[in-house]
């Protein structure tokens, strides 16, 4: 088995036991986990962050004057985390109309999102966390991956919405929806 494929394979075991745990009813309330989420209604972390396409880093600032959905992940090509990327690109002609930029973000690096987006064919970037540290800044970050978490930020790079209970068969649907209620209100 090559690295690549044991790597994948470790992760996507050690995600799995993470899920189930984080299924189990007492874990939300017994576990600290993510850290602490950024408030609702105050500028967003900024970041900057290598991308898969190619174009070497992009910023959280990169985006002025636009919308953005920046969705944590916990790994490229697993089960959840595939399902999820591929409704977001389903979507993605969606969210440009809403003049709205989606960032995947994790702790894989950019050969990975490379590979990850040339097998499910998706036109938006994924940018490589690999040390946490954007992750931990938005309380998504879990020992070594990222949590399952979305967040909105307006073009004026101030966080609007928070989702941490993703279900990612309905998620983009979710956000496509909160995403048109922000909008109203501006």
Not at 23 to 39: C, D, H
Not at 69 to 84: H, K, M, S
Not at 137 to 148: D, P, T
């Amino acid at each position: 088995m090559n690295p690549f494929n044991r790597r994948s394979l470790l992760r996507l075991i050690l995600s799995s036991c993470l899920l189930l745990l984080l299924s189990l009813p007492f874990a939300p309330s017994t576990l600290a986990l993510g850290g602490k989420l950024p408030q609702i209604g105050q500028p967003a972390p900024s970041f900057q962050l290598p991308t898969n396409t190619g174009d070497g880093e992009i910023a959280l600032s990169d985006y002025q004057g636009k919308w953005v959905v920046a969705y944590f992940y916990p790994a490229d090509f697993t089960p959840g985390c595939t399902l999820e990327a591929r409704r977001f690109q389903e979507d993605l002609p969606e969210y440009l109309k809403r003049n709205t930029q989606i960032l995947g973000i994790s702790a894989d690096d950019i050969k990975s999102h490379a590979d990850f987006c040339d097998s499910e064919g998706l036109k938006f970037p994924l940018l490589a966390d690999t040390t946490g540290e954007v992750s931990k800044a938005y309380g998504s970050w879990l020992q070594f991956i990222s949590m399952r978490h979305t967040f909105i930020i307006d073009p004026d790079g101030i966080l609007r919405a928070t989702f941490t209970g993703v279900r990612p068969a309905i998620h983009s649907q979710e956000v496509l929806a909160r995403l048109d209620e922000l909008q109203q209100l501006n």
